[in-house]
Every structure is written in C-alpha cells, then in structure tokens.
C-alpha cells in the first residue's frame, strides 16, 4: 500500500536531505517546497517569536507504508534532528 510519507525541517538540513531521498532506493522521486512553522516558541530564536513563524521546509514522498519506519530511523543520523514527520494513507495514485 503507497503512503505520503510528509517531513518538516530546518531549511539548513535542505541539501542533506534531498542527498538522502535521491540515494534511497524506495523513493522515485518526492516535492518540496518551502513553508512556515508556526506555534510552539521553545525552538524558536527571539526574532521568530517577534514574528510568530519560522522558516521551514516541506518534503512530500509518496512511498510503500513498509519502507516508512526504515527511512525516518535513518533520518537523524542520515540527515540531522528537527524533523517533524507524519504519513497519510493515499487511497487513489495515477497519472495523466
């Protein structure tokens, strides 16, 4: 079953990971694209408290559910930490 595996990281880990995501094989390719984190201010430096976000940047990978748990166990040695992740069930998956 394909899932839409999500990560959500500091724009400073960027190339380690579009690195990571080219060289695994269970990945055909993915999106990114960047975004804005807002909420929890312990992470945060002054001026993005001031300013009430960060900058972010969002990974898409649509994958098979079984390759999930082995990819994000690799991330913060492969990649680095401060990544978020969670996965949504894709229930249809095609192209034009």
Do not use: C
């Not at 995501?21 to 990114?32: C, E, K, M, V, W």
């Not at 559910?65 to 994000?72: Q, R, Y």
């Amino acid at each position: 079953m394909k899932t839409m595996l999500v990560l959500n990281l500091m724009p400073e880990l960027e190339e380690d990971m579009v690195d990571y995501l080219i060289a695994n094989p269970h990945i055909g390719g993915f999106t990114s694209y960047r975004t804005r984190g807002h909420g929890e201010h312990a992470n945060m430096s002054l001026a993005e408290q001031v300013s009430g976000r960060r900058r972010r940047l969002q990974f898409e990978v649509i994958l098979e559910e079984s390759a999930v748990a082995d990819l994000v166990g690799e991330l913060a040695e492969s990649v680095g930490k401060d990544i978020l992740y969670w996965q949504q069930t894709i229930s249809n998956l095609g192209k034009v």
